[in-house]
């Protein structure tokens, strides 16, 4: 949450419209900007950090050098026949966007009051009311601007609007108890059962979030429990069986959702110059996928699988 006087904001990096594939019926997706997780799999990585984020798309990039030209800050230089960024230098004043001819520069994350996205989310009423569909707030982590959050949800309520969220869950009760109680549905991941694998491929424990989990399903509330499915790390039928169980014995049998892995954001980590740890992992298959929500049917009565 980023306050400016007394007016709240939130750091909100897309509103994607139209969407099938975050609750029921047709959805407009609100994604937060920050999570405290680090997954190997990330497909937004441009999500993790809690601070607007300049990307450069090599591919787009003509080398026209305006960009240069235009930055006051040092942030971009010529190093011909490219250009080379110090992103710790950028201020994300807009100038070198406004100035690139190809959309080869984004500035990621823009601070939006609560009355702006709330315009954005009117604009899709009519779908909502047709196909009973409504708002996800997605991320990043919707928990790391909890506050800003639960707002939206409470507003969305008001408007009569459908609501849920999608969270990792690694949070303090307390907030994650504020957000969820405002939304119709929570999506909650439960990424890697063993700890020092959820360690390695995620960036922290996972107490706090099978933890957060058992409270949440003892929670009057609709709750959906999923797994990523991701090639070498989750699709283990270890880890696959062992967050059945877990669901089933300690979050009153919830619905499972399996979610296959898709390499759609991998291209977006060299826009921030990071390393996509996952390489050119291939997606599971939808025989693998199969294989997989029958085992977890072995533990828990009430699975099934995101359309791939």
């Known amino acids: 949450m980023h306050q400016v006087t007394s007016v709240m904001m939130g750091l909100i990096f897309n509103i994607q419209r139209y969407s099938t594939q975050d609750g029921r019926g047709i959805r407009t997706v609100v994604f937060f900007k920050g999570c405290p997780l680090s997954c190997w799999w990330c497909a937004n990585p441009e999500s993790q950090r809690l601070r607007p984020e300049l990307a450069w798309v090599t591919s787009l990039c003509h080398a026209s050098q305006r960009c240069v030209s235009v930055c006051s800050t040092g942030a971009i230089s010529a190093e011909d026949p490219k250009i080379k960024l110090r992103r710790a230098a950028c201020t994300f004043c807009g100038e070198c966007v406004q100035a690139c001819p190809s959309g080869a520069l984004k500035i990621i994350g823009s601070y939006m009051t609560l009355a702006q996205v709330r315009c954005e989310i009117r604009k899709d009423l009519a779908f909502y009311r047709r196909s ?177």
């Open 132 to 308: 009973h569909g409504g708002v996800t707030l997605s991320g990043g982590e919707v928990l790391s601007q909890h506050a800003f959050a639960a707002a939206v949800l409470a507003q969305c309520r008001h408007d009569g609007i459908n609501t849920a969220i999608e969270t990792c869950g690694h949070s303090s009760w307390r907030n994650l108890a504020a957000v969820a109680r405002n939304a119709d549905t929570v999506y909650y991941d439960l990424k890697i059962a063993d700890r020092n694998d959820h360690q390695e491929f995620c960036g922290t424990d996972n107490r706090l979030i099978f933890e957060n989990a058992r409270r949440l399903a003892r929670e009057a509330m609709d709750v959906v429990f999923r797994i990523p499915i991701i090639p070498g790390i989750t699709d283990s039928e270890e880890n696959v069986r062992a967050i059945a169980r877990f669901v089933k014995a300690e979050a009153g049998a919830r619905p499972l959702e399996l979610l296959p892995y898709h390499a759609l954001g991998s291209g977006k980590y060299a826009w921030l110059d990071r390393v996509n740890r996952l390489g050119s992992a291939r997606p599971p298959t939808a025989e693998e996928i199969e294989a997989l929500r029958r085992i977890a049917m072995e533990e828990c009565v009430n699975v099934s699988v995101q359309d791939m």
